[in-house]
């Protein structure tokens, strides 16, 4: 009787959180009672081990990056003006993401139908927290620009833009420039916010955990090349590097006043190569593409819009667009990658879907 229960919590530990073997691992190992009672008695060490172990691909490539990115701000400290508070703040970022992961395993473990609020409430944190770290992450090269290179690159890429076209792409554009123009474009532009949630939220809602968590996994890959990227090759944007260039600034209606607005609290000036814009979209859609087809799709269209409206809006060079394109599909390949290598070390990691009946 005992093994019987033991089996069900590994198995509901599995369907809550990461569809991995070593999920089935961690239900067995991971001692099944209260966070609470569990972060008391502990002793700190066995803490984190049991974290570690909780963890999946994706947290192995956020903490992988944290990581990384805390080596690099000890190397080149004498080009950022706090960089014990920037290591500071990735340890505290990679201590809560080992310790959801470790609460959500163990309340997933010990209560194998499900019925607590507390299993639902921290499969939800550990399931749609990416989206959090992924806005961290942007945010935070704000302070890492110029950690690697300190001088800004654009000229090349504006010398780039004019080769490839002919002109200087946000500038030719300004001629077919009206109000209605304006608002389109922004309201295509807004929808990168979408991608990823729609194409997560159809995969969660669906209990499709292994589509769900590679799809995450495919853009932490992306994200991450393309922040490595913008480090070692800064880039503020058209926005900044050819202020003045225009005649006027996009004249809108409420769509426009909501970017402006968003721009204006979360702007980082750098982070245009690649485009992280289009880098996170192009992982969301090869997910579509392999997981949800017709969504692919139906998606495609407005993206392609999306490409444009990141040069209309003088957010983005040309050179930024394709780069956005190869990180988000080289983020789709190793995402891949990862998955389908854990998949087939261990068989009985199988993609877990909404049971019938």
Known sequence: MKSGNSAKWKRQALRSSWVSADGDARAAVLPASEPGVFLVRQPVKRIVEQGWQACGPFEWLALGYLGATSC?????????????????????ASAIIVLLASIQVRTAASDPKGERFTTGWWQFWRCWYPHLFFLFCFEELAYLMTLVTPHWQDAHLIAFDHWLTGVHPSVWLEQFATPGR??????????YFTYLLIVGGILYFRREWQAYWSVMTYSMAGYMIGYFMAMFFPVQSPWFAMAGWWKAPLVGGPITAIVNFIEYCGRVRGAAFPSEHVAGAVAALWGAWRFRRWLFWTMLPVFLFMCVSTIWGRYHYIADVLAGMATGTLGYLMGSRIMDRRAALHPQSLPVTRESG
């Open 182 to 191: 304006n608002e389109f474009m922004q309201l295509v532009y807004l929808s």
């Open 72 to 92: 690099l701000c000890i190397i080149f400290a004498a080009n950022l003006t706090h960089p014990y508070r920037l290591i500071g703040a990735q340890a505290l």
